[in-house]
């Protein structure tokens, strides 16, 4: 099952947490977005579809696709927050659709919708959660047999309780 996400582009590079890939030498907000979304897997699986949405008109000709998966979207004359909320209404599968502003009304309107809400801070510290999270399950995997393990605990016993 792939997800859309919709992503408050502005609401994204405005924040804080916001911290591009060193490497990324896009000045334009936009392919500053979509190349850290691409770079760091923010948005998972690469079959997931992602959708940035910026306020107002490109500023120079643009590339509507800059990666495959990857789709910018201008509000024109209307607001960003008008045009996510509108796209989240239009929803095919709701359920498959994950929403990142930190907009107050759009998080109401797509939580009404059923749709799942993300911060810009959940969004942008996820992945170094999972990283974290799965470098600790590597540090106590281990190789060994229950039986082993048990052998290791009673040797232990041994040291530490027979002194």
Known sequence: ????YIIDGYNVVRHAAFTPPIHVRHKEP???????????KLCG??????????????RAPYQRKPYEGIEILYSHEESADERIKQLAAKAANPKN?????????????????GITMVSVEQFLTLKQKRRLARKSE?????????????HINN??????LEE
């Not at 099952?1 to 859309?4: E, G, I, R």
């Not at 936009?30 to 760091?40: H, K, P």
């Not at 699986?45 to 490109?58: A, E, K």
């Open 138 to 150: 590597a540090f106590y995997k281990t190789d060994l047999t229950s039986s082993e393990m048990a």
């Open 45 to 58: 699986s690469s079959r997931n579809t992602v959708l940035l949405v910026f306020d107002g008109y490109p």
């Open 30 to 40: 936009e392919l500053l977005l979509a190349e850290t979304v691409r770079v760091g």
């Open 1 to 4: 099952m792939s997800l859309q």
């Open 155 to 160: 040797e232990l016993r041994k040291l530490w």
């Open 97 to 113: 659709m994950v929403v990142v502003s930190d907009d107050r009304e759009i998080r109401f309107f797509v939580q009404s919708l």
